[in-house]
């Protein structure tokens, strides 16, 4: 390794971390919802296509088609059930019911498949590589952590898209504006955020399968990710994509180059540069819009 | 085209917070059509019975009918949908949204516009309501008397049979009031029925054929403009109010009471 390569990795790690945390900044930044149990989630889409893919013999890739859609439906499912009646219960209910989700996700895990640690196979992809040369260093880049950045800018540019192009994203963007006004011109708030919660767990699922190919995942593999994508979250500025992106390039690019130094101090200097973020500018470098004064 | 039975009733409808009641066997009932005015002091209850009708405050008891429908139960998207329309006293405008979104919103959602009907709704309302020239504004941006505008004409996108209007004119200049009141005047000619709250009462005389006058929750006159601004029982009530430790007393002492405060 050398600090070009480090860099160059960053940010392809910081993709990475961008796609685990958008459903964060999604379901918070609309439904105000602080979804605990996001890492979980994300852990239990690599195990749902581990299932899938050796009980069906097929490879990873396609059983995408089947996990995201699931995915989906998981997350439809614990809106209705759980999420939207803990969101009419105070502002401390969703963080204590999704809690709560996370722990029962994880002794489910455990008691169904084991805690011993599992990868998914990416195929030819997890060994290709290509080598660059940049800046007068060569650096060997893994096609799996390509196509999972490139896929993470697919899925954030999509979304980006569907908010604020299509009647979905209006009806999302004044839902989030303003609740109470968004059903008095008739906006039925449950579907939306229903559909909302679908989208985050769906990412969710996706990123868990790129977590389960570019490296190895337990049952309690979630709450590390939902450490990340929770910092990502809040140093891009919470509820904006975007940023979003940034705060997961910024994680991956300290990451990485405190790696450099010392291997040991990689996740303490994620937290550190956390710290320091909340010190300097809490709100975070793009904020989806002004903090509630008026 | 309109059924001839009432379009809204209430039924001895009772709503509490606390000590306070906004809502005290409350019976009312509106025809499609109709322009009722609504008076009263602070506190009488008149935006309450707005949150009442459209969804936003789920009664202790009683019933609310639309069209002879118990829609108790319903909230307020749902009423939307059922043609009740409703502007806030301080507009509420998706800021981050344009005007024009805004009222699309509600043309697509409330007035079930799907489509490019959706969008001709919306260049309509926002015609008849002269926002046509700030459509892509952010919603955000705009002064009061525009964000007035935006709340009657998302309202009116909805499509409502019944539309409530919270103080539209309050701290609006003469002439703006004269404008919005021309604009409800015109929407009016649909068969949509109006109820308004207004401390105005000339904005309010102008327009409606009757006058409600709510007092701790409950109706204390309802009739004729002119009948119900000269009975006694209304009179009372504003009289009432005015008295309460003196308005003009109250008004008289702290500026004196204020002065000696300054000075100690």
């Known amino acids: ?294 | 085209m309109v059924s001839t039975g009432p379009l809204l009733e209430l039924d001895r409808v009772t709503k509490r917070f606390g000590q306070v009641t906004v809502a005290d066997e409350l019976s009312l009932t509106v025809r499609p059509g109709d322009a009722v005015g609504v008076v009263g002091p602070n506190g009488a209850g008149k935006t309450s019975l707005f949150g009442i009708v459209s969804g936003d405050l789920r009664p202790d008891s009683g019933q609310v009918r639309l069209g002879g429908r118990n829609v108790t139960s319903f909230d307020a998207a749902v009423r939307c949908r059922l043609g009740v329309g409703r502007t806030h006293q301080v507009p509420r405008p998706f800021e981050d949204m344009t005007v024009f979104e805004n009222v699309l919103v509600a043309a697509q959602q409330g007035g079930g516009a799907r489509g490019r009907e959706g969008f001709r709704t919306t260049a309509r309302v926002l015609a008849g309501t002269g926002l046509s020239d700030l459509a892509d504004r952010p919603a955000g941006r705009l002064g009061l008397p525009h964000r007035k505008r935006l709340e009657l004409a998302r309202a009116l996108a909805t499509r409502p049979r019944l539309l409530l209007l919270d103080e539209v004119a309050g701290g609006l200049t003469d002439p703006e009031v004269a404008e919005l009141v021309g604009m409800i005047q015109a929407a009016r000619a649909d068969g949509l029925a109006v109820v308004w709250i207004e401390h105005v009462v000339r904005a309010l005389t102008s327009t409606v054929d009757r006058l409600i006058c709510l007092a701790g929750g409950r109706v204390v006159a309802d009739g004729l403009p002119a009948d119900v601004l000269a009975s006694p029982e209304v009179k009372e009530v504003f009289l009432g109010t005015g008295s309460v430790g003196g308005v003009g007393g109250v008004g008289g002492v702290p500026e004196g009471g204020g002065g000696d405060g300054a000075r100690a």
């Open chain 1, 1 to 294: 390794m050398n600090w070009v390569g480090a860099v160059v990795q960053g940010v392809l790690v910081g993709g990475w971390y961008a796609l685990a945390a958008c459903g964060l900044s999604l379901t918070f930044g609309i439904m105000r919802l602080v979804n605990i149990a996001h890492g979980d989630l994300a852990v239990c889409g690599a195990y749902l296509t581990l299932v899938l893919s050796s009980a069906l013999g097929l490879p990873v890739g396609y059983t995408l088609p089947l996990v995201l859609p699931i995915a989906f439906a998981i997350g439809v499912a614990l809106h209705l059930l759980l999420f939207g009646r803990a969101l009419r219960g105070g502002p401390l209910a969703p963080v204590l019911v999704t809690f709560g989700l996370s722990v029962m996700i994880e002794n489910l895990l455990v008691a169904g498949l084991s805690a011993d640690p599992r990868s998914l196979d990416a195929g030819r992809l997890a060994l290709a590589g290509v080598r660059v040369t940049a800046f007068g260093s060569v650096i060997t880049l893994s096609w799996l952590r390509i196509a999972g950045f490139l896929t993470a800018l697919a899925v954030l540019g999509g979304l980006h898209l569907l908010l604020a192009r299509t009647s979905f994203g209006r009806l999302v963007r004044a839902t989030s504006d303003d609740l109470d006004t968004a059903r008095l011109v008739g906006v039925r708030v449950r579907p939306v955020f229903a559909t909302v919660a679908g989208i985050a767990v769906a990412t969710a699922a996706l990123a868990g399968v790129f977590l389960g190919m570019t490296a190895t995942f337990d049952p309690y593999a979630g709450g590390l990710s939902l450490i990340f994508a929770f910092e990502a979250v809040v140093i891009g500025g919470l509820g904006s994509l975007w940023g979003t992106l940034l705060g997961g390039v910024t994680i991956g690019l300290v990451q990485q180059l405190a790696a450099q130094w010392d291997v040991q101090y990689t996740v303490l200097a994620v937290h550190l540069l956390f710290f320091a973020v909340l010190a300097v500018r809490p709100q975070g470098f793009f904020p989806a819009s002004e903090p509630e004064a008026a």
